[in-house]
C-alpha cells in the first residue's frame, strides 16, 4: 500500500461522501419546492414530514463530508473554508436554519410562526444545493488564492507582529469566496445542482408519500424541474470536457494548463467513463420512467443510484490522473492535488483501517432506512403520529 | 495590572475567538441535555421494556419529545464548530490538520450516522418496529451522542496536550506518528469522563426541575414521582461521579499545563504543601499583579488541599505564576526552563526551521541540512514560545479561570448534596432517610407531618422551585468548566506549539465580525424559540 495509493483512495472516499451528499439533497429539493408539490396545508406537512425522517442524513453527511476531507487534505480544509470564508458561511448558515426548522415550525410556543420555517426550509433547499454545486464547480474552474507555507516563519511578519502576513493560504481578493459566483459556469453547475435536487426530491417525495393528489402533481412538476436540470447539466459536461484543465506532473509537483484535461481523464480513466455514462443513463431512466408510467414511483432509486455515480465520476476526473483537484486562479502553482495537499502516510493509513467501518455503517443505514419506509407516510399517520412535524 | 475588557483586541483575532466562544458556549447549552436525558429516558423506556406497562411508555415519549426539541438545537450549533476550525482558523488547519483532523472524521463515520439514524427511529419507529429494536434505537442514540462526545473531546484533550505526533519541516506541519497515543491519551480519557457524567447532572436536575414543577401544580404525579426517582438516582451517582473525575482532571492539568493550574488558584507563588483557596478578592475585571504580589488579598485556604488535588501528596510540589515564569526545580531535581529562555529557544527554532527549508530549496548538502535538523528537533519543544514577544503573554485570563473554577466546584459540591438529600426524600432507605426528613425538619426545612410522611407530593411549593432555581445553576456550572479549559489554555491554540495570533485565517475583521453577530441573533432567537416550545409543551403535558 504505497503513499500514491492512500491519496487516491482518500480521494475516492471524499468523492464517494460528496457524490452521497448531492443524492441526499433531495432533501432540499423536495423543500425547496413544498409549497407547489404539497399545495394544501395538509400537503405541506406531507413533504415536510417525509423529508423531516431523512435530513439528517443529508446534514450527517455533510459534516461527514467536511470531517474526511479536514482528515486527508487538511490544505483543502485550510485554503478553501479559510479563505472561502463567505461562500462557505453562507452554506452553514442557511444548514443550521434547516436544522431546527423541522422541529420547531408545528410546536406550540413557536412564536415566529411555522410560515417562518417553511421559509428557511425552502431557502435552504435553493442557496444549499446552489452554493454547494458551485463550490464543487470551483474543482474545474478554479478559486483565487495563494499558498506559502514559509509565511508562518517569515522573520519581517514576526518582528512586526503582523500576524496576518503569517497565514499560509489566503485569498487573493477581498470578496473571500464569492466571487466564484461572478464566474457563469459555477453558477450554471451551481443552478444544475438545484434542479437535480429538485427532481431527485420530487422522485422522492413521489415515492415515500402514499397520497394521489401528490404524486399527480409530482408527475407534473418533475418535467419542470428535470428539463432545466439536463439543459445546465449537459452544457456543463460540454464545458467540461473541451476546457482547458489543470494538469500536475508526478514527479516535480509542477501544474500546467493541459488541453481537453478533463476529457483526456475520462478518456484515460476509461472505467470512470463507464460509471458517468451508467450514472447518467440511470438517472434518466429514473425521471423519464416516472414521467411516463402513471403506477411507477421508484423512481429516485434508479435516478439516486445514478446521481451518486455521475457525481463520483465527476469528482474522480476533477483529482486523479494527475490533476490538481483544487487549482489557483491566481498562482498556478498555489494549486492544490492530492499529493500536496494530503495527510501524512500514518495518517492516511490509519484512516484507511478507519473506513473499513463505512460498509457496517451503510449497512445499519439501510435497514433502519428500510424499516421507517416500510409503510409509505400518508395523512391518516401524521395525524395520529405525536412527533409528527 | 491591565483591565480586561479594555485590553480585547478589535482585530481579526479576537473576533474570532469571540465567534469560535460564542458557538461553543451556545452549542453546550444544549449538548449536555442531550446527553443526561437520552440516558434517563432510555432508562425510563427499559422500564418500559421490562414492564410492558402503558405508563411508562408514556413517560418515556414524554421525555423523548423535550429531548426532540433540545436536540435539533445541539445538531445546529456542532455543525458550525467543526466548520469554523477551517474558516477562521485557517493556519491550524493546516500545522496540525494532520493528527486533529482524523477524529474529527472518526467522530462522522461512527457518531453522528449512529445518532442521526436510530433518532429517526426513536421519534417515528413505535409503531414500525419491535419494542426491544425500539429500546436499542433509543440507547444507540445516547450511545452515538456519547461517542460523539468521545472523538471531539479526544481532539480537544490534544488541544491541551499534544502527544502522538513529530513536527515535519518539509511539510511544516505537526504529524500523527501514533493514533492510539492520540486516541487514549490520559488526557482526553480524564475529560471525557469528567465532561458526559457532569452533563448527566444537568439531564438529572432538568427531569427534576420539570418533575417538581408538575408537583407543584399538582398534576402528573406519577410521572413526576417515578421520574424523580430515576432522576435523583442518575444525579447523585454523577455529582460524585464528577467530583472523582474532577479531581483527576485536575491533577492532569498540574501535570501537563501547571500555569493553567496556578491561575485558577490565583498562585503567584508556589512551593510544597499547598492550601487550596476557598475564598480570596480577585477583582473579576483586572488581571491582578502577580509579579509584584506575594498572594491574593483576603485569602482563606484549605491546608494542603490544593497539593493533595494536583500530586495526590498533601506535601507536593505546586508550582506558581512567578516560579513558571522564571523557570524552577521540578520534585525530581530536573530544571524547568524560565519562560525567557524558552522565548529565546522558539525563536531559535523558527529561524532555524526558515534556514533549512532555504539550504534544502537550494539544494544544500546532507550534513548541513542534518546540522540544521539536529538544532531544530532541540529547539522544537518550544516552537510556539517563538511567536511570544513578552513573557506575561503566557500568563492565562486569571479572574476568570478563579472564578469559573470556584463557581463549578462550589455548584457542584451544592448538586452532591442537593440530590444526596432528593434521594433519602424519594426513597424510603431504612434510617437514613427518616434521618434525613428529622434533620430538615429540626432545620425547618419540613413540618413535623411532612417529615412524618414519606410521601413527597404534596409540600410546600418552595420546595419545588429549589431544582427549578437549580437548574440554570447546573448550566452555569458547566460552562463554567468549559471556560476554565479554553481560557486556562490560553494563549495557546495548541499548548506550547501554536499561539492564537499565528492560528488564524487571513480574514478582514469586519467579516468576522459580521458573522459573530449574525451568529449570536440567530443562536439567540432560536434558542429562545427553544425554550418558549419547551415550557410549552411541559405545560402541555405528556397528554399531548
Same mark, same amino acid.
Given at each position: 500500500?504505497?503513499?500514491?495509493?492512500?491519496?487516491?483512495?482518500?480521494?475516492?472516499?471524499?468523492?464517494?461522501?460528496?457524490?452521497?451528499?448531492?443524492?441526499?439533497?433531495?432533501?432540499?429539493?423536495?423543500?425547496?419546492?413544498?409549497?407547489?408539490?404539497?399545495?394544501?396545508?395538509?400537503?405541506?406537512?406531507?413533504?415536510?414530514?417525509?423529508?423531516?425522517?431523512?435530513?439528517?442524513?443529508?446534514?450527517?453527511?455533510?459534516?461527514?463530508?467536511?470531517? %474526511?476531507?479536514?482528515?486527508?487534505?487538511?490544505?483543502?480544509?485550510?485554503?478553501?473554508?479559510?479563505?472561502?470564508?463567505?461562500?462557505?458561511?453562507?452554506?452553514?448558515?442557511?444548514?443550521?436554519?434547516?436544522?431546527?426548522?423541522?422541529?420547531?415550525?408545528?410546536?406550540?410556543?413557536?412564536? #415566529?410562526?411555522?410560515?417562518?420555517?417553511?421559509?428557511?426550509?425552502?431557502?435552504?433547499?435553493?442557496?444549499?444545493?446552489?452554493?454547494?454545486?458551485?463550490?464543487?464547480?470551483?474543482?474545474?474552474?478554479?478559486?483565487?488564492?495563494?499558498?506559502?507555507?514559509?509565511?508562518?516563519?517569515?522573520?519581517?511578519?514576526?518582528?512586526?507582529?503582523?500576524?496576518?502576513?503569517?497565514?499560509?493560504?489566503?485569498?487573493?481578493?477581498?470578496?473571500?469566496?464569492?466571487?466564484?459566483?461572478?464566474?457563469?459556469?459555477?453558477?450554471?453547475?451551481?443552478?444544475?445542482?438545484?434542479?437535480?435536487?429538485?427532481?431527485?426530491?420530487?422522485?422522492?417525495?413521489?415515492?415515500?408519500?402514499?397520497?394521489?393528489?401528490?404524486?399527480?402533481?409530482?408527475?407534473?412538476?418533475?418535467?419542470?424541474? %428535470?428539463?432545466?436540470?439536463?439543459?445546465?447539466?449537459?452544457?456543463?459536461?460540454?464545458?467540461?470536457?473541451?476546457?482547458?484543465?489543470?494538469?500536475?506532473?508526478?514527479?516535480?509537483?509542477?501544474?500546467?494548463?493541459?488541453?481537453?484535461?478533463?476529457?483526456?481523464?475520462?478518456?484515460?480513466?476509461?472505467?470512470?467513463?463507464?460509471?458517468?455514462?451508467?450514472?447518467?443513463?440511470?438517472?434518466?431512466?429514473?425521471?423519464?420512467?416516472?414521467?411516463?408510467?402513471?403506477?411507477?414511483?421508484?423512481?429516485?432509486?434508479?435516478?439516486?443510484?445514478?446521481?451518486?455515480?455521475?457525481?463520483?465520476?465527476?469528482?474522480?476526473? $476533477?483529482?486523479?490522473?494527475?490533476?490538481?483537484?483544487?487549482?489557483?486562479?491566481?498562482? #498556478?502553482?498555489?494549486?492544490?492535488?492530492? %499529493?500536496?495537499?494530503?495527510?501524512?502516510?500514518?495518517? #492516511?493509513?490509519?484512516?484507511?483501517?478507519?473506513?473499513?467501518?463505512?460498509?457496517?455503517?451503510?449497512?445499519?443505514?439501510?435497514?433502519?432506512?428500510?424499516?421507517?419506509?416500510?409503510?409509505?407516510?400518508?395523512? $391518516?399517520?401524521?395525524?395520529?403520529?405525536?412527533?409528527?412535524? | 495590572?491591565?483591565?480586561?475588557?479594555?485590553?480585547?483586541?478589535?482585530?481579526?483575532?479576537?473576533?474570532?475567538?469571540?465567534?469560535?466562544?460564542?458557538?461553543?458556549?451556545?452549542?453546550?447549552?444544549?449538548?449536555?441535555?442531550?446527553?443526561?436525558?437520552?440516558?434517563?429516558?432510555?432508562?425510563?423506556?427499559?422500564?418500559?421494556?421490562?414492564?410492558?406497562?402503558?405508563?411508562?411508555?408514556?413517560?418515556?415519549?414524554?421525555?423523548?419529545?423535550?429531548?426532540?426539541?433540545?436536540?435539533?438545537?445541539?445538531?445546529?450549533?456542532?455543525?458550525?464548530?467543526?466548520?469554523?476550525?477551517?474558516?477562521?482558523? *485557517?493556519?491550524?488547519?493546516?500545522?496540525?490538520?494532520?493528527?486533529?483532523?482524523?477524529?474529527?472524521?472518526?467522530? /462522522?463515520?461512527?457518531?453522528?450516522?449512529?445518532?442521526?439514524?436510530?433518532?429517526?427511529?426513536?421519534? @417515528?419507529?413505535?409503531?414500525?418496529?419491535?419494542?426491544?429494536?425500539?429500546?436499542?434505537?433509543?440507547?444507540?442514540?445516547?450511545?452515538?451522542?456519547?461517542?460523539?462526545?468521545?472523538?471531539?473531546?479526544?481532539?480537544?484533550?490534544?488541544?491541551?496536550?499534544?502527544?502522538?505526533? +513529530?513536527?515535519?519541516?518539509?511539510? =511544516?506541519?505537526?504529524?500523527?506518528?501514533?493514533?492510539?497515543?492520540?486516541?487514549?491519551?490520559?488526557?482526553?480519557?480524564?475529560?471525557?469522563?469528567?465532561?458526559?457524567?457532569?452533563?448527566?447532572?444537568?439531564?438529572?436536575?432538568?427531569?427534576?426541575?420539570?418533575?417538581?414543577?408538575?408537583?407543584?401544580?399538582?398534576?402528573?404525579?406519577?410521572?413526576?414521582?417515578? *421520574?424523580?426517582?430515576? /432522576?435523583?438516582?442518575?444525579?447523585?451517582?454523577?455529582?460524585?461521579?464528577?467530583?472523582?473525575?474532577?479531581?483527576?482532571?485536575?491533577?492532569?492539568?498540574? +501535570?501537563?499545563?501547571?500555569?493553567?493550574?496556578?491561575?485558577?488558584?490565583?498562585?503567584?507563588?508556589?512551593?510544597?504543601?499547598?492550601?487550596?483557596?476557598?475564598?480570596?478578592?480577585?477583582?473579576?475585571?483586572?488581571?491582578?499583579?502577580?509579579? &509584584?504580589?506575594?498572594?491574593?488579598?483576603?485569602?482563606?485556604?484549605?491546608?494542603?488541599?490544593?497539593?493533595?488535588?494536583?500530586?495526590?501528596?498533601?506535601?507536593?510540589?505546586?508550582?506558581?505564576?512567578?516560579?513558571?515564569?522564571?523557570?524552577?526545580?521540578?520534585?525530581?531535581?530536573?530544571?524547568?526552563?524560565?519562560?525567557?529562555?524558552?522565548?529565546?529557544?522558539?525563536?531559535?527554532?523558527?529561524?532555524?526551521?526558515? !534556514?533549512?527549508?532555504?539550504?534544502?530549496?537550494?539544494?544544500?548538502? +546532507?550534513?548541513?541540512?542534518?546540522?540544521?535538523?539536529?538544532?531544530?528537533?532541540?529547539?522544537?519543544?518550544? @516552537? /510556539?514560545?517563538?511567536?511570544?514577544?513578552?513573557? *506575561?503573554?503566557?500568563?492565562? &485570563?486569571?479572574?476568570?479561570?478563579?472564578?469559573?473554577?470556584?463557581?463549578?466546584?462550589?455548584?457542584?459540591?451544592? @448538586?452532591?448534596?442537593? @440530590?444526596?438529600?432528593?434521594?433519602?426524600?424519594?426513597?424510603?432507605?431504612?434510617?437514613?432517610?427518616?434521618?434525613?426528613?428529622?434533620?430538615?425538619?429540626?432545620?425547618?426545612?419540613?413540618?413535623?407531618?411532612?417529615?412524618?410522611?414519606?410521601?413527597?407530593?404534596?409540600?410546600?411549593?418552595?420546595?419545588?422551585?429549589?431544582?427549578?432555581?437549580?437548574?440554570?445553576?447546573?448550566?452555569?456550572?458547566? !460552562? *463554567?468548566?468549559?471556560?476554565?479549559?479554553?481560557?486556562?489554555?490560553?494563549?495557546?491554540?495548541?499548548?506550547? =506549539?501554536?499561539?492564537?495570533?499565528?492560528?488564524?485565517?487571513?480574514?478582514?475583521?469586519?467579516?468576522?465580525?459580521?458573522?459573530?453577530?449574525?451568529?449570536?441573533?440567530?443562536?439567540?432567537?432560536?434558542?429562545?424559540?427553544?425554550?418558549?416550545?419547551?415550557?410549552?409543551?411541559?405545560?402541555? /403535558?405528556?397528554?399531548?
Amino acid at each position: 500500500m504505497t503513499y500514491t495509493f492512500l491519496q487516491q483512495y482518500w480521494w475516492f472516499i471524499v468523492s464517494l461522501l460528496g457524490a452521497l451528499l448531492v443524492f441526499l439533497l433531495f432533501v432540499q429539493g423536495a423543500n425547496s419546492c413544498m409549497r407547489s408539490l404539497g399545495w394544501t396545508e395538509e400537503g405541506k406537512r406531507l413533504v415536510i414530514n417525509s423529508t423531516g425522517r431523512k435530513w439528517e442524513f443529508t446534514f450527517t453527511t455533510l459534516v461527514t463530508f467536511g470531517g %474526511a476531507f479536514f482528515a486527508s487534505f487538511p490544505l483543502f480544509y485550510s485554503t478553501s473554508f479559510g479563505g472561502a470564508y463567505w461562500l462557505w458561511m453562507i452554506i452553514l448558515f442557511t444548514f443550521v436554519l434547516q436544522a431546527v426548522s423541522y422541529e420547531f415550525q408545528n410546536k406550540i410556543g413557536n412564536f #415566529l410562526g411555522p410560515r417562518t420555517f417553511q421559509f428557511f426550509l425552502t431557502l435552504n433547499g435553493i442557496m444549499g444545493p446552489l452554493l454547494l454545486g458551485g463550490a464543487v464547480a470551483t474543482f474545474f474552474e478554479g478559486s483565487n488564492f495563494l499558498i506559502e507555507k514559509n509565511n508562518m516563519i517569515d522573520p519581517e511578519s514576526l518582528v512586526n507582529g503582523q500576524w496576518s502576513s503569517v497565514v499560509i493560504s489566503s485569498w487573493a481578493n477581498a470578496s473571500h469566496g464569492l466571487d466564484a459566483l461572478l464566474n457563469p459556469w459555477v453558477l450554471v453547475f451551481g443552478f444544475a445542482v438545484v434542479f437535480l435536487a429538485r427532481t431527485l426530491g420530487i422522485l422522492y417525495v413521489i415515492n415515500n408519500v402514499n397520497d394521489e393528489d401528490i404524486r399527480s402533481r409530482g408527475s407534473v412538476r418533475l418535467l419542470g424541474a %428535470a428539463v432545466p436540470f439536463l439543459v445546465l447539466f449537459v452544457a456543463y459536461l460540454v464545458r467540461l470536457i473541451l476546457k482547458d484543465g489543470y494538469a500536475v506532473d508526478p514527479v516535480t509537483g509542477v501544474i500546467v494548463m493541459e488541453p481537453m484535461k478533463y476529457l483526456n481523464n475520462l478518456l484515460t480513466m476509461w472505467p470512470v467513463l463507464l460509471v458517468l455514462l451508467v450514472g447518467v443513463v440511470l438517472v434518466l431512466f429514473g425521471i423519464g420512467k416516472t414521467l411516463v408510467s402513471k403506477t411507477y414511483y421508484s423512481g429516485i432509486w434508479p435516478a439516486g443510484i445514478g446521481t451518486v455515480l455521475t457525481v463520483l465520476a465527476l469528482l474522480l476526473t $476533477a483529482g486523479w490522473n494527475n490533476t490538481a483537484y483544487y487549482p489557483s486562479t491566481a498562482d #498556478l502553482q498555489s494549486s492544490l492535488t492530492l %499529493a500536496n495537499s494530503c495527510s501524512s502516510e500514518f495518517t #492516511l493509513r490509519t484512516m484507511f483501517y478507519v473506513s473499513f467501518l463505512v460498509p457496517f455503517v451503510l449497512a445499519y443505514i439501510v435497514y433502519c432506512w428500510y424499516k421507517i419506509d416500510a409503510k409509505k407516510i400518508d395523512k $391518516a399517520e401524521i395525524q395520529n403520529d405525536d412527533h409528527a412535524y | 495590572m491591565q483591565n480586561i475588557l479594555l485590553n480585547i483586541d478589535a482585530g481579526t483575532i479576537d473576533w474570532s475567538r469571540a465567534q469560535f466562544a460564542l458557538t461553543a458556549i451556545y452549542h453546550w447549552l444544549f449538548v449536555p441535555l442531550t446527553l443526561g436525558l437520552a440516558l434517563i429516558m432510555g432508562i425510563m423506556e427499559t422500564c418500559y421494556y421490562r414492564t410492558k406497562k402503558r405508563f411508562w411508555k408514556d413517560t418515556a415519549k414524554f421525555w423523548q419529545k423535550l429531548f426532540g426539541i433540545n436536540f435539533a438545537m445541539g445538531v445546529a450549533t456542532g455543525i458550525i464548530l467543526e466548520f469554523e476550525f477551517g474558516t477562521n482558523w *485557517s493556519n491550524y488547519s493546516w500545522f496540525v490538520g494532520d493528527i486533529f483532523g482524523a477524529p474529527l472524521a472518526v467522530e /462522522g463515520i461512527l457518531a453522528f450516522f449512529m445518532e442521526s439514524t436510530f433518532v429517526a427511529v426513536m421519534f @417515528f419507529g413505535w409503531n414500525k418496529v419491535s419494542r426491544g429494536f425500539h429500546l436499542a434505537s433509543t440507547w444507540l442514540t445516547g450511545l452515538g451522542a456519547t461517542i460523539s462526545a468521545w472523538w471531539i473531546l479526544v481532539a480537544n484533550a490534544w488541544m491541551q496536550y499534544p502527544v502522538g505526533c +513529530e513536527f515535519n519541516p518539509d511539510t =511544516m506541519r505537526n504529524e500523527m506518528v501514533s493514533f492510539f497515543d492520540v486516541a487514549l491519551s490520559p488526557f482526553a480519557v480524564d475529560k471525557f469522563c469528567h465532561t458526559v457524567i457532569s452533563s448527566w447532572i444537568i439531564g438529572a436536575v432538568f427531569t427534576v426541575a420539570v418533575s417538581c414543577w408538575y408537583l407543584m401544580k399538582r398534576r402528573e404525579q406519577k410521572l413526576a414521582v417515578e *421520574s424523580i426517582k430515576i /432522576g435523583a438516582v442518575v444525579g447523585l451517582i454523577a455529582a460524585l461521579g464528577a467530583a472523582a473525575t474532577g479531581h483527576k482532571s485536575a491533577q492532569s492539568v498540574g +501535570e501537563v499545563q501547571p500555569m493553567k493550574l496556578a491561575a485558577m488558584e490565583a498562585l503567584y507563588h508556589g512551593g510544597t504543601d499547598q492550601g487550596l483557596t476557598a475564598v480570596a478578592w480577585v477583582n473579576p475585571c483586572e488581571q491582578p499583579d502577580f509579579l &509584584n504580589e506575594s498572594e491574593a488579598p483576603l485569602k482563606i485556604e484549605i491546608p494542603y488541599a490544593l497539593s493533595f488535588m494536583a500530586t495526590n501528596d498533601i506535601h507536593g510540589y505546586v508550582p506558581g505564576i512567578n516560579d513558571i515564569l522564571n523557570g524552577y526545580t521540578r520534585p525530581d531535581g530536573t530544571q524547568e526552563p524560565s519562560v525567557d529562555e524558552k522565548i529565546e529557544r522558539g525563536k531559535q527554532a523558527i529561524a532555524t526551521l526558515a !534556514e533549512y527549508r532555504k539550504a534544502k530549496k537550494e539544494g544544500a548538502d +546532507e550534513a548541513t541540512l542534518a546540522t540544521q535538523l539536529s538544532l531544530l528537533k532541540d529547539n522544537m519543544k518550544y @516552537f /510556539g514560545y517563538g511567536y511570544i514577544k513578552d513573557k *506575561s503573554e503566557v500568563v492565562p &485570563n486569571i479572574p476568570i479561570n478563579f472564578w469559573a473554577f470556584r463557581i463549578m466546584v462550589g455548584l457542584g459540591c451544592l @448538586f452532591i448534596l442537593y @440530590f444526596a438529600i432528593m434521594l433519602l426524600l424519594v426513597f424510603d432507605i431504612p434510617f437514613l432517610s427518616v434521618l434525613t426528613r428529622r434533620l430538615l425538619a429540626t432545620v425547618g426545612l419540613l413540618t413535623e407531618t411532612e417529615a412524618d410522611s414519606s410521601n413527597i407530593t404534596g409540600l410546600p411549593n418552595w420546595h419545588y422551585w429549589v431544582p427549578i432555581v437549580l437548574l440554570p445553576l447546573a448550566y452555569i456550572a458547566s !460552562e *463554567s468548566g468549559w471556560l476554565v479549559a479554553e481560557f486556562g489554555r490560553q494563549p495557546w491554540t495548541i499548548q506550547d =506549539m501554536l499561539p492564537t495570533w499565528v492560528a488564524v485565517s487571513d480574514l478582514q475583521s469586519s467579516s468576522v465580525i459580521i458573522t459573530f453577530f449574525l451568529f449570536l441573533i440567530l443562536f439567540t432567537t432560536m434558542l429562545a424559540v427553544e425554550i418558549n416550545i419547551l415550557l410549552k409543551q411541559i405545560k402541555k /403535558g405528556p397528554q399531548s
